[in-house]
């Protein structure tokens, strides 16, 4: 299994869970994180620091998309295992559903 980042994350982008992860394996987009399912050791510590419950375990239903997203632009995106601050406008984007829309798929910074 593996932990996934979901579509909360999209414009939220807290990036308080990255320097938690014991294996970096955080990736950074423009505008969410992702996790690379296959560098993810499943230990969980980062599923608690997320404000706004972006990050879940695989075994929970509907994350489909999600796993494939992660899966897809953590081989795309650059490494982040240090947080920085989140975008200005974050506090907006908090608990908006349906976020996917607003996915870009442009790289971040990374580290
Ligand atoms: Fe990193 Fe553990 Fe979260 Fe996986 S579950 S992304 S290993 S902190
Ligand atoms: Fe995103 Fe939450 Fe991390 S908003 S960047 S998954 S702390």
């Not at 994350?9 to 994180?33: A, R, T």
């Not at 510590?45 to 998309?65: F, N, Q, R, S, Y």
């Not at 650059?78 to 790289?107: A, C, M, Q, S, Y």
């Amino acid at each position: 299994m593996t932990y996934v980042v979901n579509d909360s994350c999209i414009k939220c982008k807290l990036m308080d869970c990255v320097s938690v992860c014991p294996v970096d394996c955080f990736y950074e987009g423009k505008n969410m994180l992702v996790i690379h399912p296959d560098e993810c050791i499943d230990c969980g510590v980062c599923e608690p620091e997320c404000p706004v419950e972006a990050i879940k375990p695989d075994t929970e239903p509907g994350l489909e998309e999600f796993l494939k997203l992660n899966a897809e632009y953590a081989k795309a995106w650059p490494n982040i295992t240090v947080k920085r601050d989140p975008p200005p406008d974050h506090k907006e984007w908090e608990g908006k559903p349906d976020k996917l829309k607003l996915f870009d798929p442009e790289p971040g910074e990374g580290d």
